[in-house]
């Protein structure tokens, strides 16, 4: 990966970091770093981690994973960010309001190391069996989105279940997001990989954008990390074992999507947050 030229400009490089996650976090750091390194000898800009990169439990996370934004794994992704000079964007588990409740969260950390925002999960998974809802508490539906700027492109960033929901990708749309970003943990099962994939495409081709939706691998999570193309052309996918996979995305190349595809600019309807 050494001779990896950097991307041609006004590209946007990103990698795809699907990893095997596990209850020990200092392992997952040790991952998290490594795929940090491998992003920055690719040259990329932006590495995409999953959901509850920093601690996961298939049986379910809950605020026994969680860290503060000034825990060892923030620390880490803000340290080796600013090493590198490549930006993450991974999950985690936030302390919620009282030690019963976690905040199932996404971090963005820029190429400085700083932390660009966070965006704390709004639809939680209470399907499939699961409950989130018995250890987490959501995040407010009025919380600013959170958006990342990134050679000339706005990345959006939502997270797993918010995938079913097409107005979350949408609200981010809405705020100048041509690139949607969602970590996941996404579990195995029947028909999962399928609607999976049909969602993430189809998120790609209503919002005219392109899509980076990374699975986790490892024990109970599906993994089929995906980059979606505005035109519903699926440009590079990965199996369900742990690996890292690295694209450029052309920002004119997306305009040219909208422009010749112009149904943002002609539909009749808005979003809102419900009360």
């Not at 539906?141 to 959006?156: M, Q, S, T």
């Not at 960033?157 to 705020?175: F, G, Q």
């Given at each position: 990966?050494?001779?990896?030229?950097?991307?041609?400009?006004?590209?946007?490089?990103?990698?795809?970091?699907?990893?095997?996650?596990?209850?020990?976090?200092?392992?997952?750091?040790?991952?998290?770093?490594?795929?940090?390194?491998?992003?920055?000898?690719?040259?990329?800009?932006?590495?995409?981690?999953?959901?509850?990169?920093?601690?996961?439990?298939?049986?379910?996370?809950?605020?026994?994973?969680?860290?503060?934004?000034?825990?060892?794994?923030?620390?880490?992704?803000?340290?080796?960010?600013?090493?590198?000079?490549?930006?993450?964007?991974?999950?985690?588990?936030?302390?919620g309001a009282?030690?019963?409740?976690?905040?199932?969260?996404?971090?963005?950390?820029?190429?400085?190391?700083?932390?660009?925002?966070?965006?704390?999960?709004?639809?939680?998974?209470?399907?499939?069996?699961?409950?989130?809802?018995?250890?987490?508490?959501?995040?407010?539906?009025?919380?600013?989105?959170?958006?990342?700027?990134?050679?000339?492109?706005?990345?959006?960033?939502?997270?797993?279940?918010?995938?079913?929901?097409?107005?979350?990708?949408?609200?981010l749309v809405?705020?100048?997001?041509?690139?949607?970003?969602?970590?996941?943990?996404?579990?195995?099962?029947?028909?999962?990989?399928?609607?999976?994939?049909?969602?993430?495409?189809?998120?790609?081709?209503?919002?005219?954008?392109?899509?980076?939706?990374?699975?986790?691998?490892?024990?109970?999570?599906?993994?089929?990390?995906?980059?979606?193309?505005?035109?519903?052309?699926?440009?590079?996918?990965?199996?369900?074992?742990?690996?890292?996979?690295?694209?450029?995305?052309?920002?004119?190349?997306?305009?040219?999507?909208?422009?010749?595809?112009?149904?943002?600019?002609?539909?009749?309807?808005?979003?809102?947050?419900?009360?």
């Amino acid at each position: 990966m050494s001779g990896v030229a950097p991307p041609a400009r006004p590209a946007v490089r990103v990698t795809l970091g699907q990893l095997a996650v596990s209850e020990d976090h200092a392992a997952n750091r040790l991952a998290v770093v490594d795929a940090l390194r491998t992003a920055a000898r690719a040259h990329a800009d932006l590495l995409v981690l999953p959901e509850y990169a920093s601690g996961f439990d298939p049986r379910g996370v809950g605020p026994e994973h969680a860290e503060g934004l000034d825990g060892p794994f923030v620390r880490t992704l803000r340290e080796h960010a600013a090493k590198t000079g490549v930006a993450v964007v991974a999950g985690t588990m936030l302390p919620g309001a009282t030690p019963a409740r976690g905040v199932n969260a996404v971090v963005a950390v820029d190429g400085a190391g700083e932390v660009a925002g966070v965006y704390r999960k709004v639809h939680l998974y209470d399907a499939f069996g699961h409950r989130e809802s018995d250890r987490l508490e959501a995040g407010s539906p009025d919380a600013a989105p959170l958006l990342l700027d990134l050679g000339g492109l706005r990345f959006g960033i939502l997270t797993c279940y918010d995938l079913r929901v097409p107005e979350s990708a949408r609200r981010l749309v809405d705020a100048g997001a041509r690139v949607l970003v969602v970590p996941a943990a996404w579990a195995a099962g029947e028909l999962k990989a399928m609607h999976w994939r049909t969602l993430a495409v189809a998120r790609a081709i209503e919002n005219t954008a392109a899509v980076v939706a990374v699975g986790q691998a490892g024990r109970g999570g599906g993994g089929r990390s995906l980059l979606g193309a505005p035109g519903g052309v699926v440009g590079l996918e990965r199996d369900d074992k742990p690996g890292i996979r690295t694209a450029d995305i052309g920002g004119a190349a997306l305009a040219a999507v909208r422009e010749r595809t112009p149904s943002l600019r002609h539909r009749r309807y808005g979003v809102v947050p419900l009360p």
